[in-house]
């Protein structure tokens, strides 16, 4: 997923439970999400041993064994139903930065933070961990902290998430 605060571009991995696997907030808003893919730990791991681990993509990432996009121009029925469900799954990373958006306000306004690159970027992994603690801890968001997230299945950079993952390796 490539969000952009300030100059600091965001790319995430979360899964079917709206954890946060991988971030990386190191790069300029500038960087496509598919060139922080290429030089990720995480890409370098599924290639060198993926077994049963897939990743669901948008389709601005190349094809990987591990790495699903949709059809570009499905040809067929059973083409268009796996982009359908693609999309239904990749739901999960907007839902997910929703929920962060949510409980976390200085990320909501303008999605920008207002400090150097690299605070912005200290602050975004914070907020990243206390996600992860409050979902683990299953602390709901109050209805006040409640934002509307409008999820658009259409949007080119939706990123990417695992569905299924048999490794946990320290990624930043």
Known sequence: MCILLGINM????????E?????NARYP???????????SKVREHLTMNAGGSYILGDSGYPLEPWLLT???????DIEERYNTMHKRAR???????????????CLLRHR??????????????AVLTLHNMCKKQN???????????EVDTD???????IIYYTFIVAHT
Do not use: M
């Not at 965001?10 to 439970?17: A, M, P, Q, V, Y």
């Not at 954890?19 to 971030?23: D, E, G, P, Q, S």
């Open 10 to 17: 965001i790319f995430k991995i979360c899964d079917s439970e």
């Open 19 to 23: 954890l946060v696997l991988f971030a």
């Open 29 to 39: 808003g500038s960087t496509h999400d598919a060139a922080i893919w290429q030089i």
């Open 70 to 76: 949709p059809y570009r121009n499905p040809a067929n």
């Open 91 to 105: 739901n999960v990373i907007e839902r997910t930065f929703g929920i962060i958006k949510s409980r976390f306000r």
């Open 112 to 125: 920008v933070l207002h400090y150097d690159p690299a605070a912005a970027g200290k602050i975004i992994y």
């Open 139 to 149: 602390i709901p968001l109050d209805q006040d902290e409640t934002v509307e997230v």
């Open 155 to 161: 949007d080119a950079e939706e990123g990417i998430f």
